[in-house]
């Protein structure tokens, strides 16, 4: 376990299996996350969940009493829309629910679920009312109009409260099977796009100085392989340990609350 937090100044951490299970935050999480802003650690939060925008997942935080006030939050809604505005599409149709649609109308993008031929891009997250006709005009806006083809986060479930329920991936995958072709992008892990973004957000301009912590081995531990920062995987969420000869975190924590064991 060869990782000195001394020598890092920027902790940046999953959310779900990390921070908090469903509703209710991990034991001791709270008190390491304060502990390490008083130590002067910048705190980072990126997440693949869209349902909700960077400002629900602040107030997710308040509500769950910890002191988010400092932290910076990054999700793959966000992500999609910085991608969108980066490369200049401003049309959007979106396949997503309230969460997605805040953070890609922050950042001035038109946003409709209706489908129109000026529309340059189709944007799919989570959709707990994805329906036929919501996947046919996508369908027709990517073949048609020649769209963009962006998705949020390529997870294909999510741990709901007593059981797995299909993710932002599963709708990815129908449309992307309908049209006979990939997505152009996805935004979320295992793609490094959020934690460089992340790292942009929060003026760190060396990787080495950065950490990431995650509960998924496919994701999160890839995304910083491929960002190139050092990587704790903590074992509080669903974890795919069957990657582990593969896939090869910086080192392994029981949980967050042990953190203050690398400093
Ligand atoms: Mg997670």
Redesign the pocket.
Known sequence: MALNLQDKTHILM?????VWRGNQAISGAKEALDNLETLGYKLGFV??NSSLSRRGFFEKFITLGFHAEEYSIINSGYGAAVYLQENRFTKVFMIGEKGLQEELESLDLSVTETYHQDLQAVCIGWDRKLTWSKLADAMWVILNNDGQFVGTNPDNSFPSVDRLVPGAGAGIAALANACGKDPDIIIGKPNPYLLNLSLKEMNCSDSTKAVFI???LS??IQAGIRAKIDTILVQT??SDYHLKKTILPTCTLESLAQIDQLI
């Open positions: 999953d959310c779900d299996g990390v997440t693949n995650g509960d998924r994701t999160d969420g669903i």
